[in-house]
């Protein structure tokens, strides 16, 4: 998705806790900016929100593509674990949502 809208002309800032995996197709483009982010760190979200606020870029769609793996029967299911999978997933909704919304 990313790249296809880059190639359509849209600046794309895309992040990975490891930048080197993010394909270098998109890396190469010229309206692409990658940074590092890692959405169990609060302060990681708040460099990733700082680079697009202060790009002047704006943004106008947040995807967020995390995902972590982690299969088990529910009641062979270790709490802490399973606890530890779903943090990113909400930290990001509420991590990077928050410092681009706007009340007026």
């Known amino acids: 998705m990313a790249l296809a809208l880059a190639k359509q002309g849209h600046h794309i800032f895309t992040t990975a806790c490891n930048p080197s995996k993010i394909a270098a197709e998109l890396r190469a483009l010229f309206n692409v900016t990658v940074s590092t982010l890692d959405l169990t760190s609060k302060d990681s979200m708040q ?6 606020t202060s790009s002047g870029r704006g943004l106008d ?3 967020n593509n995390a995902g972590v793996g982690y299969v088990a029967p529910i009641l062979d299911m270790d709490i ?25």
Do not use: W
């Not at 779903?86 to 007026?104: D, I, K, Q, V």
């Open 61 to 63: 769609v947040l995807v």
């Open 80 to 104: 802490e674990q399973a606890e530890k999978l779903y943090e990113p997933t909400r930290g990001a909704a509420s991590g990077l949502c928050r410092p681009f919304m706007t009340c007026s």
């Open 47 to 52: 460099s990733a929100a700082k680079a697009v």
